[in-house]
């Protein structure tokens, strides 16, 4: 009896959205705009945390945002309040954005017109990490009230992203946040990254991270120049 | 909960593949990174419903684990990781640098049945 045969072939599954994801990257290095998205568990305060930077960008920058959701458009609505151009991706059943919701919701923009461009993504730990959306940056978010062991249950995402920030941090002493603990967690899943600690309802800390923003913006325009 | 789509992605791919070379799929066998961001079970149950009413149905899904390799800045040498929630070397404890491997989400080669001696299906499930 012969045995069965094994052919190789080797093929990515996420290869189509890893090449529409390359396309975007160029496409937004092309057009000098830095694009930043933002993943979290539900109810982390995305949505509050990307409201305060676009307000605060706002006389300063061209920014504009992208945000998904399954359902509604409320997320839309209360970061429009910050003036800034804001589109909703519904998702549907679909619990993270994939390089090609992006590139459609993207039609009909300008986007040398822009200096940020931020993407929201659906409140997930698990899934969006699997998708390169051709971000420059990708940014976790956790609330003191999650936990420090957040990063050990999720490892992946936190592994994938490339900032860490902190939020809520006006509610810490109330739920005695551990913030060491925290920062121990986050770098044994990805060490060195960087943690920002903010309150976006009081704006504590909100200026590092903007400082930062735009320190990141005068970089990757330097590096596409080069 | 992803995985169906991912599971779809497989069959898509494996689909292709099989075609373009005329053979019969007996099994897929996946490369998964730990770091793939897809869970093993959770895929194998929506793999079969992915291949319902397609060629590929009753083929079945082998999965390999790829675990994650990190470079070890320290010891200067590729470092197999023992948890994915310590990004240490476990040789010098050092922090982990670049991840080498462990996001893979690849078919990786496809089982299958040669049209002159073709396999009874027992004997290639073993």
Known sequence: MSE?????VRRNVLKQNDILARALRDRFRRDGVFVMSLVSSPGSGKTMFLERILTELQPHYRVAALVGDLATENDAARLARSKAPVKQITTGTVCHLEALMVQNALEGWSLPQLDFLFIE???????????????????????VTEGEDKPLKYPTIFN???????TKNDLASAVEFDWPLAEKNIHAVRPGMRIFQ??????????????????QLTESRTVAHS | MHELSIAMGIVEAATEEAQKRGVQVKAVHLRLGELSGVVKDALLFCYEVACQDTALAGTSLIVEDVP???FCPRCKDRRTLQSVQSFTCPECGSPAGEVLQ????EVCALEVEDSEAPLQPEEVRK
């Open chain 1, 160 to 166: 994938s992203a490339d900032v860490a920030v902190i």
């Open chain 1, 198 to 215: 903010v309150s976006a309802k009081t704006g504590e800390g909100m200026k590092d991270y903007l400082d930062f923003l735009s320190q």
């Open chain 1, 4 to 8: 069965p045969r094994l052919v190789e």
């Open chain 1, 121 to 143: 993504n659906v409140g997930n730990l698990v899934c969006p990490s699997s998708y390169d959306l051709g971000e420059n940056l990708r940014l976790v978010l956790m609330s």
């Open chain 2, 68 to 70: 994650v390799v990190v």
């Open chain 2, 102 to 105: 462990g996001k893979e989400l």
